[in-house]
């Protein structure tokens, strides 16, 4: 792999994660100590990268790199998709903020709709952030025993985020829409929080997803 290469999936793994220490990327990457240190430090040389220190009880302090916002626009900058998605709804002659986000929430699943088909809970959680991970708009998820937690460590279009709620608005909007059930946004990367994080009742899903299912076999009888 080029060191242009290198330096890509480093920064990739930091954004993607919300930040990484140095062992992390070496696991990741399956590279030395001293190579991955190089690396990191013409990142951060770039203005790519910063670092923070984790103390621990015994030994020496560790470093984990975080990316700026530059590096996050290197790796997932979406603000072209949206200025277009914008334009239409200008076209359209919508100018309400609920009502752009709105519009921009369904020009997205008008493309993706058909990328998420599962009847599984779990599984519509994972093919909902498969898809909006091409957007930048989530990067992974975990259950709790309440429900679902969906994340995104890095704004794919942090100058919009930060000047209007809308597009924030309109991620969760998108979300909601592709999973069915409703959806709470707990977190935000524009109001100063580690990742935009959302909240999906597991109960809620549960009972979308069969709700779903069931409409779609009652229209392979009729049909």
């Known amino acids: 792999m080029t ?27 399956g590279l030395s100590d001293a190579t991955i240190r190089r690396h990191l430090d013409k990142l951060e040389l770039d203005g790519l990268l910063t670092t923070t220190e984790i103390r621990r009880p015994v030994g020496r302090p560790s470093r984990r790199y975080q990316a700026t916002n530059d590096g996050v626009s290197r ?3 979406h603000s072209g998709a949206l200025a277009a998605r914008l334009l239409e709804q200008i076209r359209l002659g919508h100018h309400d903020e609920a009502e752009v986000a709105q519009g921009l929430a369904t020009e997205l699943i008008a493309e993706h ?13 994972a093919e909902t952030v498969a898809v909006l991970r091409s957007e930048g708009i989530l990067d992974g998820w975990e259950a709790t025993e309440a429900g679902y937690l969906l994340r995104n460590h890095g704004c794919p279009y942090r100058s919009a985020a930060d000047a209007s709620d809308c597009v924030c608005e309109s991620d969760r909007l998108a979300i909601q829409q592709l999973l069915g059930a409703a959806v709470e946004q707990k977190g935000s990367v524009a109001h100063g929080d580690a990742a935009c994080e959302y909240f999906v009742d597991v109960a809620d899903l549960t009972t979308a997803v069969a709700g779903r299912a069931a409409s779609a076999a009652r229209r392979g009888e009729e049909g």
């Open 75 to 77: 790796e997932r900058d």
């Open 113 to 125: 709709l058909h990328e998420v088909r599962s009847a599984d809970p779990e599984e519509r959680i």
């Open 3 to 29: 060191n242009d290469g290198t330096r890509h999936e480093l920064l990739a793994f930091i954004v993607d994660h919300g930040g990484a220490t140095v062992a992390e990327l070496c696991t990741h990457l």
